[in-house]
């Protein structure tokens, strides 16, 4: 099938069942994020073949519900925490064109950047990447050697929502060994701890009263010496507020606090794999500089 065809019919005549789409508040102004990570181009729903992740999923759906949730709530943010591509023939066939048409239709505002963004190499991203109506963030990629790209993907970026002023920082784990040299040949791997500590300084700069990393390290840390997590982030980072995760494929029911150096805690979640969950965080500013955040992640089925 044609793939504007497709996408122009995907959204027709669904239903979807979910989570709660709204809570009472306490009349304080509420910032709803919303979160997909490791979708890799999973457009369709799984397939009803009796599989544990039959009828989950799907683009179509999701829009449903981010639509819905939208019409709901005041305030929202929509972003995406990496690993976008590869894992359909949508990915073999349109090399990443409809995965980013989907997530413009479905009105996605940040997105980071994955491993497996650079399976088609530079010269794959330098066709998909500048289709995004979206920004896309990553603070510890060096572009200067992929020109067409180094003004596509910035370290950070702010977002003003009502009383909200929402910084966001991208952070991708470790290439070497996980990503054939050649295929991101000319953009250089920083370090994740010194990167996110510099892009923290100039949002607290900005006056950011928000502070998320979209963060491609994974969760959690399996053993001594391995490369940096997210659960070992608050440790060496101060300032980050909440980290919205991928690349570990791991399903986080509840928010996960943790210490972060220099005082207060950072909180984390990530939501599993191919779109089967939608992330929902709702964060109110308590008093003082204080936050006040719930998660209430919602099932696309």
Same mark, same amino acid.
């Given at each position: 099938?044609?793939?504007?065809?497709?996408?122009?019919?995907?959204?027709?005549?669904?239903?979807?069942? #979910?989570?709660?789409?709204?809570? /009472?508040?306490?009349?304080?102004?509420?910032?709803?994020?919303?979160?997909?990570?490791?979708?890799?181009?999973?457009?369709?729903?799984? &397939?009803?073949?009796?599989?544990?992740? %039959?009828?989950?999923?799907?683009?179509?759906? $999701?829009?449903?519900?981010?639509?819905?949730?939208?019409?709901?709530?005041?305030?929202?943010?929509? /972003?995406? #925490?990496?690993?976008? =591509?590869?894992?359909? &023939?949508?990915?073999?066939?349109?090399?990443?064109?409809?995965?980013?048409?989907?997530?413009?239709?479905?009105?996605?505002?940040?997105?980071? *950047?994955?491993?497996? !963004? =650079?399976?088609?190499?530079? &010269?794959? @991203?330098? +066709?998909?990447?500048? @289709?995004?109506?979206? !920004?896309?963030?990553?603070?510890?990629?060096?572009?200067?050697? %992929? +020109?067409?790209?180094?003004?596509?993907? +910035?370290?950070?970026?702010?977002?003003?929502?009502?009383? =909200?002023? /929402?910084?966001?920082?991208?952070?991708?784990?470790?290439?070497?060994?996980?990503?054939?040299?050649?295929?991101?040949?000319?953009?250089?791997?920083?370090?994740?701890?010194?990167?996110?500590?510099?892009? /923290?300084?100039?949002?607290?700069?900005?006056?950011?009263?928000?502070?998320?990393?979209?963060?491609?390290?994974?969760?959690?840390?399996? #053993?001594?010496? !391995?490369?940096?997590?997210?659960?070992?982030? &608050?440790?060496? *980072?101060?300032?980050?507020?909440?980290? @919205?995760?991928?690349?570990?494929?791991? =399903?986080?029911?509840? @928010?996960?606090?943790?210490? $972060? +150096?220099?005082?207060? *805690?950072?909180?984390?979640?990530?939501?599993?794999?191919?779109?089967?969950?939608?992330?929902?965080?709702? *964060?109110?500013?308590?008093?003082? !500089?204080?936050?006040?955040?719930?998660?209430?992640?919602?099932?696309? #089925?």
């Amino acid at each position: 099938m044609d793939r504007r065809r497709f996408l122009g019919t995907a959204g027709l005549g669904l239903t979807v069942l #979910s989570g709660a789409l709204g809570r /009472v508040g306490d009349g304080r102004p509420r910032l709803t994020i919303l979160q997909t990570n490791d979708t890799h181009s999973r457009i369709d729903s799984f &397939p009803m073949d009796g599989g544990r992740n %039959a009828g989950l999923g799907g683009v179509a759906r $999701r829009k449903v519900l981010i639509d819905r949730i939208r019409e709901r709530e005041e305030y929202t943010l929509l /972003v995406d #925490s990496g690993d976008i =591509f590869q894992g359909t &023939p949508y990915y073999n066939l349109y090399g990443g064109e409809v995965e980013i048409e989907s997530m413009n239709r479905m009105g996605y505002e940040v997105a980071t *950047v994955g491993n497996h !963004e =650079f399976d088609n190499g530079i &010269p794959g @991203l330098e +066709k998909t990447m500048p @289709l995004a109506n979206f !920004e896309w963030v990553s603070s510890n990629l060096d572009w200067g050697g %992929a +020109k067409e790209l180094a003004a596509v993907v +910035k370290p950070w970026t702010i977002r003003e929502i009502g009383p =909200f002023r /929402v910084g966001l920082f991208g952070l991708l784990c470790e290439l070497k060994g996980i990503v054939a040299e050649d295929n991101h040949r000319g953009v250089v791997y920083l370090d994740p701890v010194e990167s996110a500590r510099r892009s /923290v300084a100039a949002l607290k700069a900005s006056g950011c009263n928000l502070i998320v990393c979209l963060s491609h390290l994974g969760y959690a840390t399996r #053993s001594e010496g !391995e490369q940096l997590r997210d659960d070992r982030l &608050p440790a060496e *980072v101060e300032g980050v507020d909440l980290v @919205l995760g991928g690349h570990s494929h791991t =399903f986080l029911d509840e @928010l996960v606090e943790l210490p $972060r +150096k220099g005082g207060g *805690v950072t909180r984390i979640t990530q939501q599993g794999w191919a779109g089967m969950r939608l992330g929902r965080v709702d *964060v109110r500013l308590g008093k003082g !500089e204080s936050l006040v955040m719930r998660q209430d992640p919602l099932v696309v #089925s």
